[in-house]
């Protein structure tokens, strides 16, 4: 009898055994072979702890342990970011996307990307012009799916760097005779300052910086001169939809901001030549593409290029069309990168909006309310945290302040006595009463932000009373 | 009796079931996270089969079953690239260092990069003007290992493309004084022709292309004229080493090939301005580095990428970072990447060298022989396969042709009619009885252009006979 029991316990291990050794693991993942040592890599690296406040890069200073140090946020130090500078600056300055970084990890998954050493070794792609066929498809479905532009039987470049393709449409636009007079190259103030001091360093027999469009009206102009007009709309830094105001056939349309995140899409945009940047759809430095109408402007568009830097990085390309692949797949969805970029940037715009509202030192723009497609077309305004633009339309970009107090002739000046670092009106041929806080920075960023804000109102609040 | 072997045997299962769950998987590699799924996708596109006549990319066209198709060398197609075009034309033209492929699949393990979604989403890296520090230190240490160049006290510039920083240089070497006259951009002949296109296309009023340094020999020029000089060594296409002519202090030394696959290294190059291109030495486009000497001309360098590019990608940084990791922790070994080329390189080049040797049609540069520093430090100068620059030296990146027999005037032409597309050496104002062939592209390439060759030798045998 205890000869039995002993078998039939034997035996039903014999079985639970089996059961764990063939039947439970009869699916084991498939064993990885040399993408798993870059993998494993990759994720050693992620897993290293920087306090919220940093994050260590695969390519960052190893310390001792042979693991990449944490690269700490501003105003942040020590071995794991974990301690807080006591007099450091707000920095509020450039237009760097960083806030995109915790959507990105959120689909680390689906947006990581392993390059292997032989990956598109040569100087040609598979697609025109050094663009691969995916990545050129890609950019039409995106747009497309956001509705902000139109495509179809248009001409699509792409540009290494956020600059490039700028200086490449302004000469691609420009008089290529050389018995013409030079291209004049305009904008209207406030405009993007790098307009300027890109076409004055580049400047050719065939273009050169014209001014502001408002000098214009106060000159006396040849009728032969041949425009170049830049149009940013959303306009950066104020954030108001802009036309062109010369009539002239040749202008650039940036829209780098007119994405979801930033501004209400209304009408796919139709315009000849189009720009678009990927660094501030989602975050990442060093991509633009343009979208062209007229086959000869491409044409010299990209034997601009070829000329400059011979194409962009495969590298480049290959996570450009991940990352918009992530984009298009999770659109109207949890995971969907417009509306986690509204939902971000109109929280921080709430919060500056009330402690600026809170005196009468500071104003902020606002633009009347406008119907957004992609937002409106997906789900019902309702307020909350639900993506809404039927109520008041805020920007959320860039802060665009004004200091109304009589004293604060100098905004930016203003500002940096309370250790706030802005990007003055004066740069953008503004009013020096107007400057830029960038709020796309990191949450780190924004937060000290608010925290340099609140004794410059609470002061002022006593000043003036 | 019967039930004590059935319980012996069910206790020796158990056992055995036991050493196999617990003891012999005692160590599982530890499973993938978020990176594992693009490890997965990597591994399965490098598996797809393109009978070695081509290639699958991660951002290839898919096909119905949703895996990139193969993209087929020169003269293949086929779903597999497995079938050869009949009457297609061999292709030496460019210099798509495409050799270097099957040298990165054997390092597929090594070489492989995780790109997070989140990897360095910033405009700014931990370095300077854009280079991470890492980057920068192994830049440094590639070119001590080589033998090929002093870095120290000097400043490295990273710059996007092959092209971007032949130009940033030119820029930074000409005058900043308005008023002084444009500086004269010149090269010997034969000479890149890149040169010269992209100062024609981008002259401005500080600089503009002043032709060959033969031509101002014959010309009267005024002693005020700054001269930029471009001295290419070994030179593009002949191969041979080159020194400037002027004795002008704005010199940019080109030393794309100054790498063991292409040269013999001498003493490292200790210039002022001196160029580098990743593409020639590991075969990936798309990046550049200067090493500078003058912190002014750095600045003035770094200043023109700034407004030209705003940087360069950071994938980029990364996927090079981790390349010239290889590079320098294979050196002297099995997987040694100059050994690599240059074996590879010297085999094309005797193969083609003997056929070219068998007819009187054409003929080879030769160059006298020089010692190796790379090589000769590390193994003894032995015959056979492996490297020894101490016999009789040739180039082995392009065949410099010179057609010898007389109704050949123009060699590209007569190898054209053969079937052979090489590069004019009118291209490089050279004569045009000379014509450039790249061995440095797929083996297919150079298989298909001993083929064609062959008829062109025999052919001309009889003609001549």
Redesign the interface.
């Known amino acids: 009898m205890k ?2 029991l ?2 039939f316990s ?2 039903f ?2 079985a639970y ?2 059961f ?2 063939f039947l439970h693991h009869h699916q084991p ?15 050693a690296v ?1 897993a290293i702890d920087c306090s919220g406040h940093g ?1 260590a ?6 310390d001792g342990g042979g693991l990449p140090v944490c ?1 700490c946020n501003k105003c942040y130090y020590g071995s794991d970011c974990s301690r807080l500078l006591h007099d450091c600056a707000a920095d509020a300055d ?1 237009g ?3 806030f ?2 915790a959507y ?2 959120q ?18 792609t ?1 697609g025109k012009d050094d663009l ?4 050129e498809k890609h950019i039409r479905i995106l747009h497309q799916a956001v509705g902000n532009a139109v495509t179809d039987g248009k001409f699509i470049v792409f ?6 393709l700028i ?1 490449a449409l302004v000469y691609a636009l420009s008089p290529s005779n050389a018995s013409s007079s030079p291209a004049s190259v305009v904008a209207s103030a406030p405009y993007y300052p ?1 307009y300027k ?2 076409t004055n ?5 065939a273009y050169g910086w014209g001014g502001t469009t408002s000098d214009l009206a106060n000159a006396s102009v040849s009728s032969a001169t041949n425009f170049i007009e830049f149009v940013t709309s959303p306009n950066n830094p104020d954030g108001l939809f802009k036309q062109p105001v010369l009539g002239t056939s040749a202008v650039i349309f940036d829209y780098a901001y007119y994405w979801p995140q930033y501004s209400p899409i209304l009408d796919p945009a139709d315009e000849d030549v189009m720009l678009f940047s990927i ?1 501030k759809i989602s ?5 633009r593409w343009a979208v062209i109408k007229d086959e000869g402007v491409y044409e010299r568009t990209t ?2 290029l070829s ?13 450009a ?3 918009i692949k ?1 984009m298009i797949a999770e659109k109207g969805g949890e995971g969907d990168i417009f509306e986690f970029g509204y939902r971000t940037l109109k929280a921080r715009w709430s919060k500056l909006h009330e402690l600026v509202s809170s005196s009468s030192r500071f104003s902020l723009q606002q633009h009347s309310a406008q119907y957004c497609n992609y937002f409106g077309a997906i789900r019902d305004p309702s307020p909350g945290n639900a993506p809404s633009r039927t109520n008041e339309e805020e920007d959320h970009t860039y802060a665009w302040l004004k200091c109304e107090w009589k004293e604060d002739e100098d905004c930016h000046e203003a500002l940096r006595k309370g250790s706030i670092i802005s990007r003055a009106g004066a740069r953008f041929e503004a009013d020096s009463r107007y400057t830029r806080l960038s709020l796309i920075k990191t949450q780190d960023d924004f937060d000290l932000l608010l925290k340099r804000m609140q004794p410059l109102v609470s002061r002022e609040e006593m000043a003036s009373s």
Chains 1, 2 share one sequence.
């Open positions: 000869l039995q002993a078998l034997s035996l291990l014999n055994f089996y764990c050794l993942p498939p064993s990885l072979g040399w993408a798993g040592s870059a993998a494993r890599e990759a994720e992620a994050r890069f695969l390519d960052g200073v190893l690269e450039s760097d996307a960083l995109f970084e990105w990890q689909q680390a998954a689906s947006s990581a990307v392993v390059v292997s050493g032989w990956h598109r070794m040569s100087y040609f598979d691969t066929i995916e990545l540009g290494a760097g956020s600059a490039q200086n790098f001091e890109q360093q580049f400047e050719t027999r660094s975050g990442h430095a060093g991509s034997n601009y000329l400059n830097t011979m194409g962009v990085s495969r590298d480049t390309h290959l996570r069309l991940k990352l992530v």
